[in-house]
């Protein structure tokens, strides 16, 4: 342990010489993870939290649901209190939040009382589903049904009624794009707010008979930026970190029914191309059908799927020669999506791209942005005692792309073959600090090559180390057979992390093989080596000195590299902000030098009829940036780039205004980017506007509108959405898609309708 602890050390007295080359270090970096690994069977862990508190079980209790404790059962509950977690742990606030758990034989209540001097600044921003809670007055909760201190689910209310959940396959973040079935109420009063939050056992899986599972549970007050929380109160601890949750006892007794979930759908659309296009009307009806199999495992069946209900993608500019990254944002593909998490880190080397995802489940049913039909797929997910499970396997449905999809894969027809595509992910937990795993990923979603990915990784992590702080290490290698080019088939990997509130950095090599070509995966550089060290010194201000109303500095060092097979460099770049400040009252003010260097062997078409020629370029970059805080009814940001760019210069103009009416029923945000760049050969301007719009008359009644635009495909595109929620569950979605093209060759025309689509589609779920 005291080569570990030199090493950190030497990490915070040497920060320049931190951001060099990452391959001077290798050899400290094989011994660090080494130790590493070593700890895992050792004592340098120290134990899990023993906090515990038990639940109230009464089979019979009877709850309204309507946001305030008053029924008979909540006096008799035990009170669990919050403690403040930031900026002051363990001090006391007068916003005082007791919590309250009632189980009864198929559900699980939650009752929060938060305490608030002034209720009338409490604060709202969104009533929808899932929406950006950032800002909001909430209050969360963590459940690690399975045990595993690894894998749970989230939970999270504001002070609205709006509500978001999602799955947890990490200590530091939550996937919010899973939709359980469970409901919520809240409640203002003169001393603040409360909820109700109900969650059927259905919803969960579990093992019948355990009667403790992980909680922690916190609350949010935004324009305090004060957090509240249950268990680990500590700065160095995520709300996601299972590692740290206390227990809850008296859920043995839950039942999850016969294992039986029956979701049927009716869709309606009628579309049109214009100009000239005929409207076509099309019905189609199908759905999902879930079993669980033993109470940890759930498998899906679905046909004829459908998304009519999904939201489109935020349009992106692209000023690299590398694929753009668009989340997943399907339902079924999303549960269970956790699952497939592999590596350390490697789906985010950079905060703006993803480096490599084995298995991207948005490979299936789209293909260069057409839909391609799914006749029928199957899923499972689950854990039995320490194995890890989940399977997909899809049929996709021939069918014809537009020709200007086919045009831009270069394929040779724009008729796409039918075919078969296989997931799977199967790890296994030595203990709760040590996960071993493999994935396995075969198809081609073109339909046209023989591809098959397996790989193998393992995690090591803990909370414990040093006594309280978070270290993890992982590593991994992949490969690619079939119909794959020339070249190394191989990847491999590995990545030491330590993220604490006072030091977060980590360090990381991962090298992708030229042949490495995952046809259901995601990896925009093949063919590199790809070396990252980051190391962020945050300090909190006294309170008594100077820089009294500085919440938190963030200086943020990051150094990225990436070499070809033969060792040259490619590309590099060096991110430093020396100042980056979180202020007391929750604005941002932010400050940045980034160098970077390019090596062009092909031409480069940055815009249209814009050539960088090959080449070795050296150019430096400026940001300046102000934020509001979050919390705030109105809000603006302004981030701006200026520097040199290639051969040339550029400047980047990104910028925001948000407004939210009192309540959070009313939502309007306006972003903005407009790229001007000078180059020797040639100038060019990119721009992109989008406006969001939303009303909610409920929580379960929500109408949303997106619009967009760039100048890149000169559309002009709206997304509008009615969502009424009948009840958790049944659904009812109403979409309006329609686009105009901008005509720009024709002074007398400036914009004509290009598609219009409508959609109505009805979900309902039935439970045995």
Not at 568 to 586: A, D, F, K, R
Not at 632 to 651: I, P
């Amino acid at each position: 342990m005291s080569s570990v602890s030199a090493y950190l050390s030497s990490l915070v007295d040497h920060q320049r010489t931190y951001i060099a080359p990452i391959a001077r270090y290798r050899q400290k970096y094989v011994c660090l993870a080494s130790l590493v690994f070593l700890c895992a069977t050792s004592t340098c862990v120290a134990d899990t939290n023993d906090l515990k508190e038990s639940a109230v079980v009464d089979s019979s209790a009877s709850i309204t649901l309507d946001g305030r404790l008053n029924e008979p059962v909540w006096r008799n509950a035990p009170v669990l209190k919050l403690v403040q977690q930031s900026p002051k742990p363990g001090e006391p606030t007068p916003l005082e939040t007791e919590v309250r758990v009632v189980v009864t034989k198929d559900r699980i209540y939650f009752g929060f009382n938060c305490k608030d001097p002034d209720p009338s600044r409490i604060a709202v921003h969104t009533m929808g589903r899932d929406g950006d809670m950032k800002g909001d007055d909430s209050v969360s909760i963590v459940l690690d049904t399975y045990g595993d201190r690894r894998t749970g689910y989230f939970f999270q209310i504001n002070a609205a009624g709006a509500r978001a959940d999602g799955l947890i396959s990490g200590p530091q973040s939550v996937s919010l794009d899973w939709d359980g079935i469970w409901d919520a109420r809240v409640a203002r009063s003169s001393d603040g707010w409360s909820a109700e939050v109900v969650i059927p056992s259905r919803t969960l899986s579990f093992s019948p008979g355990v009667n403790e599972w992980g909680l922690n549970l916190e609350r949010y007050i935004p324009r305090e930026q004060l957090t509240l929380r249950w268990s680990s109160p500590t700065l160095d601890s995520f709300i996601y970190d299972l590692s740290r949750s206390g227990w809850l006892t008296g859920v043995g007794g839950l039942e999850q029914g016969k294992g039986l979930e029956f979701a049927p759908y009716a869709t309606g659309r009628t579309t049109q191309v214009f100009p000239g296009g005929h409207r076509s009307w099309q019905g189609s009806v199908g759905g999902d059908v879930t079993w669980k199999i033993t109470p940890q495992i759930v498998t899906v069946f679905t046909a004829n799927t459908d998304f009519a209900e999904t939201d489109v993608d935020a349009r992106q500019i692209n000023l690299t020669r590398f694929p753009l990254f668009f989340p997943e944002k399907r339902a079924f593909f999303l549960e269970g999506a956790n699952q497939y998490n592999f590596g350390l880190g490697i789906g985010a080397g950079r905060e703006d791209s993803q480096e490599f995802i084995p298995f991207f489940s948005r490979r299936i049913g789209l293909l260069g942005g057409a839909l391609i039909p799914i006749n029928a797929g199957v899923k499972l997910n689950g854990r039995a005692g320490k194995w890890n499970l989940a399977l997909l396997d899809v049929q996709t449905r021939e069918t014809s792309v537009p020709s200007q999809v086919a045009q831009d894969l270069n394929l040779s027809s724009s008729l796409v073959r039918g075919t078969n595509l296989l997931a799977s992910r199967v790890s296994y937990d030595f203990n709760e600090n040590l996960r071993v795993g493999t994935i396995f990923t075969n198809g081609d979603p073109e339909g046209l090559r023989q591809n098959t990915l397996a790989g193998i990784d393992a995690v090591w992590r803990s909370s414990r180390f040093l006594g309280n702080k978070n270290l993890l290490a992982g590593g991994w290698t992949a490969t690619t057979q079939g119909d794959v080019g020339p070249g190394s088939k191989v990847g491999w990997g590995f990545k030491v992390d330590y993220p604490n509130d006072l030091w977060n950095c980590s360090a990381s090599v991962n090298q992708y093989g030229d042949a490495l070509e995952p046809l259901l995966g995601f990896l925009p550089r093949p063919g590199v080596r790809a070396t990252a060290a980051i190391c962020n010194y945050q300090p909190r201000p006294s309170k008594s000195g100077p820089f009294s109303w500085v919440r938190q500095e963030i200086f943020e060092n990051r150094y990225f590299r990436y070499t070809d097979s033969n060792g040259i460099v490619e590309s590099w770049e060096y991110h430093m902000s020396p100042v980056n400040l979180q202020l007391e009252s929750g604005d941002r003010l932010e400050f940045t030098w980034d160098p970077h260097g390019e090596r062009l062997v092909a031409p480069f078409e940055v815009a249209p009829g814009v050539v960088i020629p090959p080449g070795t370029y050296d150019f430096t970059r400026w940001r300046f940036g102000v934020e509001t805080s979050e919390h705030r009814a109105f809000q603006f940001g302004a981030n701006t780039w200026v520097g040199t760019f290639f051969n040339g210069h550029l400047t980047e103009f990104i910028n925001y205004a948000r407004w939210t009416s009192p309540r959070g029923k009313i939502q309007l945000d306006l972003d903005t980017e407009n790229d001007f760049g000078h180059l020797p050969v040639g100038n060019f301007v990119q721009r992109l506007w989008s406006v969001r719009a939303a009303y909610a008359w409920n929580p379960n009644l929500v109408l949303s509108s997106f619009i967009q635009y760039d100048t890149g495909s000169q559309n002009i595109g709206t997304n509008t959405r009615l969502r009424w929620t009948v009840r958790p569950g049944n659904d009812l979605f109403v979409v309006w898609n329609r686009g105009w093209q901008r005509i720009v060759t024709d002074p007398h025309v400036s914009i004509v309708p290009q598609d219009d689509l409508i959609a109505i589609k009805l979900r309902w779920t039935f439970r045995l």
